[in-house]
T-cell receptor, first 115, second 114 residues
């Protein structure tokens, strides 16, 4: 069965420090992978997606993610965190072999940023 | 360009009542998805509509139902409300399923059951 694991429930980093949020997936074929961010009281905003091709993908707000098939991982990174990055981050895999159909989400990682 | 819009923002109901949530997709999007984000349960897929047809359904009882209108907007209906239905209900939309484009989300409707 398809699944997504985000091992870190809560992470705290200092402003200006680098960030890496972990995501592991279970999927039988080439996955369609996504990172979304949710600020308090709001919906989900798409940060970036991986469909195929280059395994390092760039997204909005200075985020990037690297697809590693051998490790079944799709970790999100940012070189220098800003206070406005404090939010909850969700990794997702597109079930049914595509971006449409249902998304299966991880449980999320709540990011806190210290001044 | 307007994003996905959902109404109402908040909805308060009592057990046994019925709730109707509405969603307008981004212009040009024909697929609409519904997700439930309940405390402790995470984000769970509810329903997917494309061109007025239900394409997929998550593991929810039949009292969760919906429809998609000719203008591609959508309604989610929840009958015989139970306390555990309290959650944030998120709608997403995308271009036609053949395009294989990402889903974009609205800000949700917070449903509270008293």
């Amino acid at each position: 069965a398809q699944s997504v694991t985000q091992p870190d429930i809560h992470i705290t980093v200092s402003e200006g420090a680098s960030l890496e949020l972990r995501c592991n997936y279970s999927y039988g074929a080439t996955p369609y992978l996504f990172w979304y961010v949710q600020s308090p009281g709001q919906g989900l905003q798409l940060l970036l997606k991986y469909f195929s091709g280059d395994t390092l993908v760039q997204g909005i707000k200075g985020f990037e993610a690297e697809f590693k098939r051998s490790q079944s991982s799709f970790n999100l990174r940012k070189p220098s965190v800003h206070w406005s990055d404090a939010a909850e981050y969700f990794c997702a895999v597109g079930a049914g072999g595509g971006a449409t159909n249902k998304l299966i989400f991880g449980t999320g990682t709540l990011l806190a940023v210290q001044p | 360009e307007a994003g996905v819009t959902q109404s109402p923002t908040h909805l308060i109901k009592t057990r046994g009542q019925q709730a109707t949530l509405r969603c307008s997709p981004i212009s040009g999007h024909t697929s609409v998805y519904w997700y439930q984000q309940a405390l402790g349960l995470g984000l769970q897929f509810l329903l997917w509509y494309d061109e007025g047809e239900e394409r997929n359904r998550g593991n929810f009882p039949p009292r969760f139902s919906g429809r998609q209108f000719p203008n591609y907007s959508s309604e989610l209906n929840v009958n015989a409300l139970e306390l555990e239905d309290s959650a944030l209900y998120l709608c997403a939309s995308s271009f036609p399923w053949e395009s294989n484009q990402p889903q974009h989300f609205g800000d949700g409707t917070r449903l509270s059951i008293l």
